[in-house]
């Protein structure tokens, strides 16, 4: 056997996007080529509708890894690149299967084949048959049974204009668009659990996702901020290139604490935050702030305190989680890394100068009201002078 494999790379809603089809396509094929940078000897195809990799064998299980990591990727496959020649193909499938038949008494298998190039003489019903037919002469009296329903081993052929790919695996991508198709945004990051679910939901959705975290250190010690330069490179790791800016907070949380309603705190901090943030996005080129709330998780993300926050800034708010639960947030949490690094004990900015009964329906012109009494620009301004700016993919 060849010690070459090629990776047949699937992506899925790049798809439906008629013209600018080339541009999706394009950026995917820049981030794998990220993601597998440091590894020799690769070389890239990209024939309609898919990215082909060819690779050693011996990268096989690196590669998988890697392109795990890469929104815009539906799935993938290794499998060998060959003639579709029916003798040869059905000759790989009975290497293929043959050790699968050593431990068990029967197999139900069967051919799935997809035929881009329609240039190709036979239907896949007829490759199906052919290639079927010479491993079942082969392997039938081994207890192999075709079965096309339940076939517990398939063998997958893709027949396409200029390359035929056998293989008999799949693996799942992250699906969604690929990162840098969709623009920057910033995300709010604290160092919970949601908010990183946010943010890698974004990236999913093709946005490159800078970061903001409000520190409060002189208060709450150095453990919010490597919690969350933590979790900025782990959602950083599904896209590079993204900024983490660190805002010391401390004044101004101090400030609504001494001179504003106690009941009100949380909201006013919120709208700080919004405030600076989409200052920062302006700044820097973000279109849009992403945050983890969701509807009505705690008492400021009831409906009037979300619109509340909402109206400080002119950019859009991005709330991926909006209308999920907090179970199905956490498994998402562990799914992609950053659970265990959010549950680590941590005093949070907000909880820890948190009123005895936090308003839950705020209204606007009350919350203006205590804001004229800090002078909450000058404490802005101040802010972002001192804010500190870091290259996540230095960390
Ligand atoms: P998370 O798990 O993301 O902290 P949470 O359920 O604890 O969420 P809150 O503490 O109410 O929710 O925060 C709501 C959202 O506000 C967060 O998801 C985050 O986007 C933003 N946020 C809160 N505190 C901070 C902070 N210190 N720095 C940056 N963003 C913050
Ligand atoms: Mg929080």
Known sequence: MTDRRTVLIRYDEIGLKGGNRKFFEKCLLRNIKRVLSGTNDIIYRSPRGRILLDIPASLGAECTVRLKTVPGIASFSIGISMAPDF???ADLGVQWIEPALESVSSLKFCVKTRRSAKSFPKTSPEVNFEVGSRIMTKLS???LTVNIKEAEYVLEIEIGSSET?????????LRGLPVGSSGNVLCL???GI????????????????????FDNQPFLGRGGYDKVLSLAKKIN???ARGTLFVVPFQDMQAAIRDHCNEENRIVLYRRMMYRIAGEIAERHG????????AMGQVASQTLENLAAVSCVTSLSVF?????????????RAKEIGTYETSIEPQPDCCSVFMPKNPVTRSKIPFLERDEEKIPWQELQDDALTRMEIIKVDDL
């Not at 709330?319 to 498994?331: A, D, F, H, Q, T």
């Open 286 to 293: 973000s279109m849009a702030l992403v945050t983890g709330e």
């Open 319 to 331: 709330r991926p989680l909006i209308g999920m639960n907090k179970e199905s947030i956490i498994s």
């Open 87 to 89: 003798d040869a193909m």
């Open 189 to 191: 990051l604290s160092g």
């Open 194 to 213: 949601d908010s990183p679910v946010a943010a890698f939901m974004m990236a999913c959705r093709g946005c490159r996702v800078h970061f903001v975290f």
């Open 141 to 143: 009296s081994r207890g």
């Open 165 to 173: 790919v056998v293989f008999d695996n799949r693996e799942p991508g």
């Open 237 to 239: 790791h599904f896209q």
